[in-house]
């Protein structure tokens, strides 16, 4: 019996983190509090590294390797690339936030770093293990960057929540696996589409393998009614640690569901989309009908990024490859808001002050003009107010359905964003109409986060208008 050797250059980027990331882990351990700095330097030069490697190997095509296990194409490379992309903000804008609260460690980059190598292997992943891997890989680093502010109890109560509900979920969507390779023998995705999509009559396990596996990829994306754990996650977290897990973990969500999903189950696609359905309305009416009665910032953006994934979902329910690429465009686009709108809190955020309230945005335009504009840039934006990013984001998943004719779906889409939009034209209103309390300390962030936290919201307005490259630039990756 002869062994093959598998081509690693594909995997070359996850190579190159996972050596870095190790590194950086024996080295932080001989770093003094005040040198602390190289390990944030090392961990942001490990991603640049590792995006450029990632541009070095795009091809046009599609290559698998590790015995079919890895596969590298040009959704996951654009995939990988806005999660390094995304990664880097979040550690430049958390900087300044951990060093206020005395979690400057290196901790919080080493885990964030795991955390992205776990979202790479999801990205790439063409076979079940490799799947739960990566997703395991990623779960531990988050549950383990929730509960870092150690002195905190509402933190250590999100993590608690987090890591139950989590391993709840991990262990369904690993039933539904099980079921499946049970039925098909086999964990690779390809071979798996084609059994089932061969398979005839009634297939009560693949059935309800299938339901396992929607429900696990549910609870990874925050979908009603498996989204119990986001507001108090996201609420009860470090801000600092709330941005990364808005922020790159979507994009690995939405991989993971496209890889099993569509690479995997195609051939169950009728099963599977009535699940969505009901999914997607449910989100986008509790998310943004809850978000209404909100007064912590935090906890509203929880719940509109839970209407968010019911805007996302409704691309990839479609079943068309423009339904696909809709989708990718949505959560790329809502990734970058995310970022802003999070970032904007770390921003007005000081030592003992947590800017999480929408009370604490009150008369903003007086204190800071020029990053209230920023504020009501990103608002509107996830509002779907045009001309910004958001509009066409909703816009392209909702003309999605709209093809395969569900047009009650994009009526109802519709109606949900309009009611989302009032939660987010309040903060508009506090901003800019509200008087700013008294003793409120005064901004006093550091250059670096004020720049790119400036074109960060910049870009929202940008890609807003000029919409088409990154639409197309979606739309080639999946055709």
Known sequence: MSFAMPDFMPALPEMFLLGMTCLILLLDLFLTERSRVVTYLLAQSTLLGALLLTFTLYEEGRALTFHDTFVIDPMGSVLKAVIYLATFLVFLYAKDYLRARNMFKGEFYILGLFGVLGMNILVSAHSLLTIYLGLELLSLSMYAMVALQRDSLAASEAAMKYFVLGAMASAMLLYGMSMLYGITGSLDLGHINSSTAAMEGNQMVLAFGLVFIVVGVAFKLGAVPFHMWLPDVYHGAPTAVTLYLSSAPKLAAFAMMMRLLVDGLAGLQEQWEGMLVLLTVLSLAAGNIIAIAQVNLKRMLAYS?????????????????????????????????????????????????????????????????????????LMFSMAGVPPFLGFWSKLAVIQAVIAVDMLWLAGAAVVFSVIGAFYYLRIVKVMYFDKAEPGLPAMSASLDLRVMLSANSLAVLGLGLFPGGLLALCVATLA
């Open 305 to 377: 990024a839970i209407s968010h994934v019911g805007f996302l979902l409704l691309g990839v329910l479609s079943g068309t490859e423009a339904g696909y690429a809709a989708a990718m465009f949505y959560v790329i686009a809502y990734v970058i808001m995310g970022l802003g709108g999070f970032g904007m809190i770390v921003l007005m955020s000081r030592a003992g002050f947590e800017a999480d309230r929408i009370e604490d945005f009150k008369g903003l335009n007086e204190r800071s003009p020029w990053f209230a504009l920023m504020m009501l840039i």
